[in-house]
């Protein structure tokens, strides 16, 4: 069982490139969500998706974009990669909304540096 | 919008019970839930309450007080692998999942 597979593990962007963190789930879920994680902050919201073909902002959105073609796959897009953007990011799924009884299933993270 | 408060840090004896608070405020609330997260590794889901009262799930417990927007995670008979963050995360009307900021537990011997 896969679970959900994030690729790749690392990065080394230089600022202004772009790039797409990918993020596939396995699991039939409705639910994807990625987060980014730094030091003292936990885990913030950037975008979500409550099925194929439907997205919204989370907390920190501002720089990402993310689209939801298929029920498996949730990528997030770097438009314009800055060092504040440095950070190890999570994609995460669950059946529905995570109400807090729907578990979230993450994945093993990238660690995205930019320089 | 919604916040959480929860200890940054906490130290326990190998073998002791520990507990960790989380306050919340949130516009409408369905429920709270803990993840653990090892060093290095991916959060993973420990529990979750909706309703008052206490969960017990192995070594592992959770409170809640919807009333006082409060609730815990109660590790027993505390193990060196117990060592890692621990994250209260919230639901509310508005926004899917946040979470707190995390505390770390360091387990000594």
């Known amino acids: 069982n896969a679970g959900v597979t994030q690729t790749p593990k690392f990065q080394v962007l230089k600022t202004g490139q772009s790039m797409t963190l990918q993020c596939a789930q396995d699991?039939?879920?409705?639910?994807m969500s990625w987060y980014r994680q730094d030091p003292g902050m936990g885990l913030r919201l950037i975008h979500y998706?409550?099925?194929?073909?439907?997205?919204d902002q989370g907390e920190v959105p501002n720089g990402y974009n993310v689209s939801r073609s298929t029920t498996e796959d949730f990528p997030l897009r770097l438009l314009s990669a800055a060092p504040s953007q440095t950070s190890v990011y999570f994609c995460?799924?669950?059946?529905?909304?995570?109400?807090?009884?729907?578990?979230?299933?993450f994945g093993d993270g990238t660690r995205l540096s930019i320089l | 919008g919604q916040s959480l408060e929860q200890p940054s840090e906490v130290t326990a004896v190998e073998g002791a019970i520990v507990q960790i608070n989380c306050t919340y405020q949130?516009?409408?609330?369905?429920?709270l839930s803990w993840y653990q997260q090892h060093d290095g590794g991916a959060p993973t889901f420990l529990s979750y309450?909706?309703?008052?009262g206490l969960e017990e799930t192995g070594r592992f417990s959770s409170f809640l007080s919807r009333s006082d927007s409060y609730g815990y995670l109660l590790l027993q008979e505390l193990q060196m692998k117990d060592s890692a963050s621990y994250f209260c995360?919230?639901?509310?009307?508005?926004?899917?999942?946040?979470f707190g900021k995390g505390t770390r537990l360091s387990v000594i011997a």
């Open positions: 995460a799924s669950s059946y529905s909304i995570p109400g807090a009884s729907q578990p979230q299933h």
């Open positions: 699991m039939n879920h409705e639910y």
């Open positions: 998706s409550v099925g194929a073909g439907i997205t």
């Open positions: 949130t516009s409408g609330f369905y429920g």
């Open positions: 309450n909706a309703l008052d």
């Open positions: 995360a919230v639901r509310d009307y508005d926004t899917p999942l946040v």
